[in-house]
């Protein structure tokens, strides 16, 4: 017999094949003639205890040709539903053709159907656990959508372009793709894992987490070169071809040692990365699905932040901890974050002592110490024009203006140092609130002083060789005190406009140590102080200056304003060795910055050195009680 030929005719025809009955090397034919509701249904059954090899190629929507390893030929004309019954063998089924191709799995873990675009599709059962279906191109563009069920399923995608299934029901028969460009994993309902190897040969694999429990998962592993993730266009490069992603909560990101950038949107974001070690961290972008659990780093890690006004932050943990902190990058427990097209960075230290060492640069930054643990947070700063310190609300909260770079605020930090090696002038500048300020700055080391203002944090400024403390409106008190020899620090002390008792001064030489010190006052609110082995404090906008000598019998002395006769007024307060000087300009009646003094020393001396020989005046007023003056040859006035 050369062909068997099988005619339905009119009607819902059911027709059987057992190859294991008829093992015929000849053709057969079926056509199922034309239905009446159900359609023809024709169902083929492999030989018991044989692992069967059947191919299946569609040409319609009814039509077809199966083929098995035997050699044995099924043409399949006018049906409506083809079934293909394993035995249970291991059996193997093949659907070839150009298109899209649909893999659907059924009630048992070897049962499924699969379809090649609109044409007449095969649904098979029992092919036995080893069994594997193969979906095979043949057009160069092909594509296989693999659907899992409604409940909690897992894709494994292999190296080989395998797709492995296991759901509620248990581990499916592996899905094949054999010369196959694009995948298409489809997770429906439930609670979804996707594990794709990078190593696969797919140019372009689809995942659609589906509408589950929004708890639907990517794994990531085994990429041969740099990855991206671009969070703004739901795509991922470097593991094989582009993957495109649906419905994700969460993408885990194994990167194989190898560069990793993660972009945002093109809107505006704010993206979160919180380093766990050196080589893995978290990472998530407006709060939103998916986070992104990123791990294996190689040498770079970045963060892109799209289009947009971005802010990057980057969180520290709970202990302690040191950050490097410039307008390109973040580095922390061994881990750097690149980052890119970011207008504003924060950096969130936690709990812990944090030190955060900070070059400003091109973007805003902000660092936010976290409450504090013993000694408290750090802030370390390295700029390279003149900084201005700004104190904020509260003591621990402030912030740098920098000459040429963005500023840097902070939150949470108790201590600070600002390196002026690199600055213009080894300058630095240091304001008050606008309110009633205490400004109190004091020499460490040489080129090297603390400033603090009000219950803020103390900021060392070192490299140092000028600082200016700026009290702005309010009556401010401001101190400096000089407390190393050879300080090589010029201060410029500018009070700013006073409201009612207005700016007092003290400054404070070395202990142990007669200074030298000499006042010279230049207007009624200006002046500037000298020493024998200091460099100068200089006065402006200031109502009350003082000098203290720390009872180092210190011999100062008050100059009067340059080419001009002076008249000096000492009035001595209570103290043996203290008093007041008040200095007025005699041609024009106009008074200079007078200067307290106290704590000279009992053996301390005041001197009054008068720039008109014949025409200035010093007058000595006494006490309340009973005065004793003398007058010595040398004009010292007792």
Do not use: C
């Not at 609109?118 to 098979?124: E, F, I, M, R």
């Not at 395998?162 to 010369?179: E, Q």
């Not at 196959?180 to 979804?192: K, M």
């Not at 002046?527 to 009350?544: C, K, L, M, P, Y």
Request: glycine share 14%; aromatic share 6%; no cysteine.
């Amino acid at each position: 017999v050369a062909t068997v030929n099988l005619q339905g005719k009119n009607g819902d025809d059911d027709f059987d094949v057992d190859f294991a009955l008829i093992a015929l090397a000849t053709a057969i034919t079926i056509d199922g003639g034309l239905p009446s509701t159900g359609g023809d249904l024709v169902t083929v059954t492999g030989t018991d205890g044989t692992v069967d090899s059947f191919t299946w190629t569609p040409a319609t929507a009814n039509n077809g040709t199966l083929t098995t390893g035997t050699g044995q030929s099924l043409a399949i004309t006018n049906a409506e539903a083809l079934t293909i019954d394993g035995e249970d063998d291991g059996d193997t089924l093949t659907v070839t053709g150009t298109g899209r191709f649909v893999h659907t799995p059924g009630n048992t873990a070897d049962a499924g159907q699969i379809a090649l675009n609109s044409l007449l599709g095969v649904s098979y059962v029992n092919l036995g656990a080893a069994g594997t279906v193969t979906a095979n191109g043949t057009g160069g563009s092909d594509i296989l959508v693999a659907n899992a069920t409604n409940g909690d399923d897992t894709f494994d995608v292999s190296n080989l372009n395998v797709v492995d299934l296991t759901s509620n029901t248990g581990n499916h028969v592996d899905l094949l793709a054999g010369t196959i460009e694009s995948l298409t994993l489809v997770g429906f309902a439930g609670q979804d894992t996707f594990n794709v190897n990078g190593a696969n040969t797919f140019t372009a694999i689809n995942v659609q987490g589906g509408s589950g429990d929004a708890d639907d998962t990517l794994n990531l592993s085994n990429n041969a070169g740099a990855a991206a993730i671009n969070l703004g266009t739901s795509t991922i490069t470097g593991y094989s071809g582009t993957l495109t992603y649906t419905g994700l909560a969460t993408i885990n990101a194994n990167v194989n040692v190898q560069n990793l950038t993660v972009t945002a949107t093109g809107g505006d974001d704010t993206v979160d990365v919180t380093p766990a070690d050196a080589t893995s961290g978290v990472l998530q972008a407006n709060g939103a699905n998916p986070v992104v659990n990123y791990s294996n780093l190689g040498a770079t890690f970045t963060v892109n932040g799209g289009g947009g006004e971005d802010t990057l932050v980057v969180h520290g943990n709970e202990t302690g901890e040191t950050f490097t902190i410039t307008d390109a990058l973040v580095t922390v427990g061994g881990q750097t974050v690149n980052y890119s097209l970011v207008e504003a960075l924060t950096v969130d230290g936690q709990q812990g002592n944090d030190i955060f060492n900070v070059t400003p640069g091109a973007i805003e930054i902000f660092i936010d110490g976290g409450q504090p643990v013993g000694m408290g947070d750090t802030l370390n700063l390295i700029p390279a024009g003149v900084p201005t310190f700004s104190p904020g609300p509260e003591g621990d909260e402030g912030g740098f203006a920098i000459v040429g770079a963005n500023p840097v605020s902070f939150d949470h930090i108790e201590a600070a140092t600002v390196n002026l090696a690199g600055v213009p002038g080894n300058a630095a500048f240091v304001m008050g609130t606008g309110d009633d300020d205490e400004i109190t700055a004091w020499g460490v080391a040489a080129n090297s002083a603390n400033v603090v203002v009000n219950n803020g944090p103390i900021v060392n400024y070192f490299n140092a060789m000028a600082l200016t403390l700026q009290g702005k409106q309010g009556d401010d008190d401001i101190t400096v005190d000089l407390e190393v020899a050879g300080l090589d620090i010029v201060f410029n002390v500018q009070g700013g406009l006073s409201e009612e008792s207005g700016d007092r001064l003290r400054v404070t030489g070395v202990d142990g140590v007669n200074d030298g010190a000499t006042w010279t006052p230049t207007t009624p609110e200006s002046g500037t102080f000298s020493f024998t082995a200091q460099d100068n404090v200089n006065v402006t906008d200031v109502e009350i200056v003082i000098y203290d000598g720390e009872s180092d019998d210190e011999l100062f002395t008050v100059n009067g304003p340059a080419a001009a006769a002076t008249r000096f007024v000492h009035t001595p307060t209570n103290a043996a060795d203290g008093g007041r000087i008040d200095i007025t300009d005699i041609g024009n009646d106009q008074r200079g910055l007078g200067v307290e003094y106290a704590d000279l020393g009992l053996m301390g001396a005041v001197q009054f050195n008068g720039t008109a020989a014949t025409t200035d005046a010093l007058i000595a007023v006494g006490t309340t009680s009973n005065d004793d003056f003398r007058i010595e040859d040398n004009a010292t006035v007792d």
